[in-house]
């Protein structure tokens, strides 16, 4: 609960949501770890997901985009709003076609959580890592924090939309 009332703080700073997002993902650092993170904010109408957060913005910037039809990981976590987990190489190579770039930053695992509101999945935190190195991970038991990034994509939303 440390992480949770860190993160809760961190809505209060400035700027939002960029101090929201890096509170959020300084806790899923600490547990269960990552090598690559990113937030993604999900765009229906344009059939893709926005990045919003990244730990790498030299190879995935900020606003870059991905598009999701036919992506096993977007059909789990965005379509079915379920968790989605790319245990090893050859589970991140079939599901992500930017899988090339992920091996060359060394992972090869990948979780997918869907964050929700309101009964619509509004983006995902994305976590990559070695290989099976989630395996062993309750990852349900991220669900409360996942869910705390409604309010800085909520924020981003509204900023985007109204300056």
């Not at 395996?135 to 409604?150: G, I, K, M, N, P």
Request: hydrophobic share 50%.
């Amino acid at each position: 609960m440390r992480s949770v009332a860190g993160v809760l703080r961190a809505f209060a700073d400035t700027p939002q949501p960029d101090a929201g997002f890096s509170a959020l993902m300084a806790a899923f650092f600490d547990d269960p770890g990552y090598r690559l993170a990113t937030i993604l904010q999900h765009d229906p109408e344009a059939a893709l997901c926005r990045r919003v957060w990244t730990n790498d913005p030299a190879r995935y910037p900020i606003g870059g985009a991905k598009p999701v039809a036919d992506a096993p990981w977007a059909q789990a976590a965005l379509f079915e709003a379920r968790i989605f987990h790319a245990p090893d190489e050859d589970a991140v190579r079939a599901a992500y076609a930017d899988h090339a770039i992920i091996a060359s930053l060394g992972c090869a695992s990948a979780v997918n959580f869907p964050v929700r509101w309101n009964g619509t999945v509004i983006g995902t935190i994305n976590l990559l890592h070695d290989a099976r190195h989630f395996v062993s991970v309750d990852l349900r038991s991220f669900e409360t924090l996942v869910q705390l990034a409604t309010a800085p994509l909520i924020a981003r939303g509204l900023l985007a939309t109204y300056g």
